[in-house]
Structures are given as structure tokens and as C-alpha cells.
Nanobody
Framework: QVQLVESGGGLVQAGGSLRLSCAASGRAVSGLTAGWFRQAPGKAREFVAAIRASIGITRYADPVKGRFTISRDNAKNTVYLQMNSLKPEDTAVYYC??????????????WGRGTQVTVSS
């Protein structure tokens, strides 16, 4: 079983930056595929970014490419999402997710409770 706890959300002006953290327990993140998703009010949850186990190949959704970076600190057992050049449309609840199956990008068994990110214009 994997427990995930997100932190780092908040209110930021457009053009600003935030770094989200996802602290994992129960398993080593180095052996899991980890991802970030977001859900804006009235919209479906959408994929943002993911990082594969071991060698750490990454994948990003088109709206965040070049602005967001996913990374992992194995010593801290934590996954990060660095978000730069934030836009109002990035406003959402951001969820961390993880999975043992390292062959897929978009389906996860373990989820955190989310952290709110609000970008003001």
C-alpha cells in the first residue's frame, strides 16, 4: 500500500511559480511510476505529467509542456511538480498518483487527496 500526501499549493499571480510536493510512504517512489493530475471546477480530471520508475522518463500534457517539470528525490521519497509561468487556466486541485505498473502513463492505483492551486489574473 502506498500513501501519498500533496503540499505546496496556494494562491499565486499569473506568471508566478509554485512547487508542489508529493510525499510517499509505504513504498519507494523510485520503483513506482508517479504522476500529477488536476481537476478544475466543473471539469474532468486531466493528466498533467508523469515520471517512470528507475530511469525517470517523463511525459507531459501539451498545455504544460515547457512550463512544468516533474522530478523525483529518491532520498526524500518525494515527487515534485515545478510549475512556472502559471496561467489562470492552471487553477485546479492538483493530485499526486502512483502505480506499480511501469508500462502505463495514465492509470494509477494510489492517489493523494489533492492540493489547491489558484492563479489570479
Amino acid at each position: 500500500q502506498v500513501q501519498l500526501v500533496e503540499s505546496g499549493g496556494g494562491l499565486v499571480q499569473a506568471g508566478g511559480s509554485l512547487r508542489l510536493s508529493c510525499a510517499a510512504s509505504g513504498r519507494a517512489v523510485s520503483g513506482l511510476t508517479a504522476g500529477w493530475f488536476r481537476q478544475a471546477p466543473g471539469k474532468a480530471r486531466e493528466f498533467v505529467a508523469a515520471i517512470r520508475a528507475s530511469i525517470g522518463i517523463t511525459r507531459y500534457a501539451d498545455p504544460v509542456k515547457g512550463r512544468f517539470t516533474i522530478s523525483r528525490d529518491n532520498a526524500k521519497n518525494t515527487v515534485y511538480l515545478q510549475m512556472n509561468s502559471l496561467k489562470p487556466e492552471d487553477t485546479a486541485v492538483y493530485y499526486c498518483a502512483a502505480d506499480d505498473d511501469n508500462s502505463r502513463w495514465y492509470n494509477y492505483d494510489y492517489w493523494g487527496r489533492g492540493t489547491q492551486v489558484t492563479v489570479s489574473s
